[in-house]
């Protein structure tokens, strides 16, 4: 059975950092691409990163390039987003997700049509 569990979620002032991790069990890690997403309240689910499977190949949304960080530690079974320089814009529930097919792309960030995903870590950032 696939488990997907999402952490590292919280409440943190403007500027400030947070890292998520995501680690997943019951499937083979090393051959999935992993992404971050987000979806805040009234809004549509986006892409905000991605990390390809093998090549570690990494993509990242316009709004977060530079602020974010996106990482995999196979041996763990574990992917990462470490977050800085928070705005309150970044407020949202941040899902992890897998899939074995996809690449790690722009085109495939803006599909939200992934083969796994977690529950949600929710993020919030205050002003």
């Known amino acids: 059975q696939v488990q997907v569990v999402e952490s590292g979620g919280g409440l943190v002032q403007a500027g400030g950092s947070l890292r998520l991790a995501c680690t997943i069990s019951g499937l083979n890690f090393d051959d999935y691409t992993m992404g971050w997403f987000r979806q805040a309240p009234g809004k549509e689910r986006e892409g905000v990163s991605c990390?390809?499977?093998?090549?570690?190949?990494?993509h990242y949304a316009d709004s977060v390039k530079g602020r974010f960080t996106i990482s995999r530690d196979n041996a763990k079974n574990t992917h990462y987003l470490q977050m800085n320089s928070l705005k309150p814009e970044d407020t949202a529930m941040y899902y992890c997700a897998a899939d074995r097919w996809r690449v790690c792309s722009g085109s495939n960030l803006k599909d939200n049509n992934w083969d796994r995903w977690g529950q949600g870590t929710q993020v919030n950032v205050s002003s």
């Open positions: 990390i390809a499977r093998k090549t570690g190949t990494t």
